[in-house]
């Protein structure tokens, strides 16, 4: 069996759901959108479903799913819906609905539902992707309460820029959501996993934890909260064949590296179909047979290359984790000019492990 697997751990999630609420006091819905960022939407659900205040997706769908495993908590769909004749359905499986633009609202005022529903309120406070102009936000709000098809609305923005811890644009995000829902009396949610770890001023009844909770931060620099974050994906394998080269020889596609010493290369079963990044250059940390070792060379589809010289101890089928405790996914993902939400939901092809269950 190929060695190449990522293995998930539910306790370090349960530990960064944890870490969530200790720094805000605030209730949260674990962001599990996207397959719980390539970690497994249903597993990783079934695993926060005692303690947590709730989850958020992306789409009906991806709620669906949760739903059809057995998942009764509260589930918010981050962009509402997408065409009308959702709404019945959204309904009748109690989700949570984002509204985020007009046709949503007059779609609502519109529908024959059985049940009222729970709306989220979104609000353009300066990102400028979705939102209601401020201008709109109240007179948004006292629609939504006279069509009577809704019990409860959450009122909601999104920063832009909460992971630039030196930028005012958060700050000036909250002014305009502060200015819009004057006067109105919901709960709100601002903060996402930058805005939980950086950004304690915000106000929040409700947090939005996404990258936090697999244990990457969101961050460039070194940050306090987020070194206490547990990483919840180890990417592993094996190293599956190795040789000794002479000083001044290639090794892989494009001769991208050539031996400046006599050099001992291990070749491990990992590649950019497993979702690795083809980008990651020569000298990405591994960590294999305990101790760090530097890619060499091209990463091609299913395998990579690795400098072993001064891992002597390090030989065939010797361990190697691409990311996890050891070797951060963040110091990958800026090798690599990536970011760690990124090269999670690329992963494919590895099956996942879980433990800590
Ligand atoms: C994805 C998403 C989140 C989670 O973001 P992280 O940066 O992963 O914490 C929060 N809120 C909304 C609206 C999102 O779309």
Redesign the pocket.
Known sequence: MRPARALIDLQALRHNYRLARELTHAKALA?I?ADA?GHGAVRCALALEAEADGF?V?CIEEALELRAAGIKSPVLL??GFFEASELPQIAQHDLWC?VHALWQLEAIEQAQLHKPLTVWL?LDTGMHRVGLHPKDYHDAYQRLLASGKVARTVL?S?FAR??ELDSPASEEQLAVFEAARQGLAAECSLR?????LGWPQVPSDWV??????YGAT?FEVPQAQAARLQPVMTLQSRVISVRELPAGEPVGYGARFVSPRPTRVGVVAMGYADGYPRQAPTGTPVMVAGKRAPLIGRVSMDMLCIDLTDVPEAGLGSPVELWGKHVLASDVALQAGMIP?QMFCNLKRVPLDYCGD
């Open positions: 962001v959108k960022y958020a992306a981050l962009e984002v979104k909601m999104h909460a992971d996402n996993s930058p805005a939980v939005r934890p996404g990258i936090m909770l969101p939400y």
